[in-house]
């Protein structure tokens, strides 16, 4: 049984600041990879545990390079590198296909514009103001639970903040029993209480191998959308705007801040938005490179 893990950052154990979350914060972003690569071994051992064989990491934060290769195990494959569009169209979720049984969601956080967030946004917070599916705002987890869903890839676990789990329950409704586990307490935007490892990692490992065996044995949905699917994204400044429909085939404007893109399937429709977010930066940042 193969098992896909997608890994971004801010919903990891003991993760507050913007310090342990980029190269530049120094020895807190040392330590910040290592909270973080203990989260996804503690998944990795828990999907283990219930017999999976075979475990792909797609890691989702940054340049796409925090989590320490030699502290996994050996079923484990990492997936890390620059999410340019061209080798990551559909970003955090690269790699998966329909060979997955199912998709354990570790270190995530709310949605952008999220009240109390914690490290809130979505995709890109320098430019993302909001998302929607056909309607619907998204944020990460059900942006990769819709790219999961469209390879019939159900969510079996998702691991973040507090303030995580109202926007997982309501978009995952649809999959089933889907595990959350708590890392931490928001209390502002870079302020949270924290639970240690010593708690978040066996309870990584009880839900991780929970999830596994849910899936294993049918009690979990992934999440779908019906085409044609409209996806449209609203920047935070009119130049954003215009630098994505410069340099983005299939996309068109709907106001002065929103862009849209329609197309048969949602991961088409979300992969014209993720090119669209690569292009609006004029420079490209470290994570694109």
């Given at each position: 049984m193969k098992v896909f893990i997608c890994a971004d950052m801010e919903g990891a154990t003991g993760i507050v600041h913007k310090d342990q979350l980029l190269p530049d914060g120094g020895p807190a972003y040392a330590a910040g990879c290592a909270l973080l690569t203990a989260d996804v071994a503690a998944a990795c051992e828990g999907a283990l545990a219930a017999r999976a064989t075979e475990i792909l990491i797609s890691e989702?934060?940054?340049?796409?390079?925090?989590?320490?290769?030699?502290?996994l195990p050996p079923q484990a494959r990492l997936l890390r590198?620059?999410?340019a569009w061209p080798q990551k169209p559909h970003c955090q979720v690269a790699g998966v296909d329909p060979s997955y049984t199912v998709a354990l969601f570790v270190g995530f956080h709310s949605?952008?514009?999220?009240?109390?967030?914690?490290?809130?946004?979505?995709?890109?917070?320098?430019?993302?103001?909001e998302i929607t599916v056909n309607g619907?705002?998204?944020?990460?987890?059900?942006?990769?639970?819709?790219?999961?869903g469209a390879h019939g890839i159900p969510v079996g676990l998702v691991a973040g903040a507090d303030d995580l789990i109202a926007e997982a329950t309501a978009d995952l409704a649809p999959?089933?029993?889907?595990?959350?586990?708590?890392?931490?307490?928001?209390?502002?935007?870079n302020l949270a209480a924290c639970w240690p490892p010593s708690r978040t990692g066996p309870a990584l490992r009880e839900a991780a191998s929970a999830a596994v065996t849910r899936a294993a044995t049918g009690q979990l949905r992934p999440?779908?959308?019906s085409g044609p699917v409209v996806a449209t994204l609203d920047t935070h400044r009119r130049e954003m705007a215009d630098r994505m429909l410069l340099a983005t085939p299939g996309l068109r404007r709907d106001g002065p801040r929103r862009v849209v893109a329609e197309a048969p399937t949602v991961t088409d429709a979300?992969?014209?938005l993720w090119r669209a977010v690569t292009e609006a930066f004029h420079e490209p940042q470290g994570w694109l490179r």
């Amino acid at each position: 049984m193969k098992v896909f893990i997608c890994a971004d950052m801010e919903g990891a154990t003991g993760i507050v600041h913007k310090d342990q979350l980029l190269p530049d914060g120094g020895p807190a972003y040392a330590a910040g990879c290592a909270l973080l690569t203990a989260d996804v071994a503690a998944a990795c051992e828990g999907a283990l545990a219930a017999r999976a064989t075979e475990i792909l990491i797609s890691e989702g934060h940054a340049h796409m390079r925090n989590i320490a290769l030699e502290a996994l195990p050996p079923q484990a494959r990492l997936l890390r590198g620059p999410a340019a569009w061209p080798q990551k169209p559909h970003c955090q979720v690269a790699g998966v296909d329909p060979s997955y049984t199912v998709a354990l969601f570790v270190g995530f956080h709310s949605r952008a514009g999220t009240p109390g967030g914690l490290l809130s946004h979505t995709w890109a917070g320098a430019i993302v103001h909001e998302i929607t599916v056909n309607g619907a705002v998204v944020g990460e987890t059900a942006i990769n639970a819709l790219l999961c869903g469209a390879h019939g890839i159900p969510v079996g676990l998702v691991a973040g903040a507090d303030d995580l789990i109202a926007e997982a329950t309501a978009d995952l409704a649809p999959c089933g029993p889907v595990s959350f586990v708590s890392t931490k307490q928001p209390f502002g935007f870079n302020l949270a209480a924290c639970w240690p490892p010593s708690r978040t990692g066996p309870a990584l490992r009880e839900a991780a191998s929970a999830a596994v065996t849910r899936a294993a044995t049918g009690q979990l949905r992934p999440l779908t959308v019906s085409g044609p699917v409209v996806a449209t994204l609203d920047t935070h400044r009119r130049e954003m705007a215009d630098r994505m429909l410069l340099a983005t085939p299939g996309l068109r404007r709907d106001g002065p801040r929103r862009v849209v893109a329609e197309a048969p399937t949602v991961t088409d429709a979300l992969g014209t938005l993720w090119r669209a977010v690569t292009e609006a930066f004029h420079e490209p940042q470290g994570w694109l490179r």
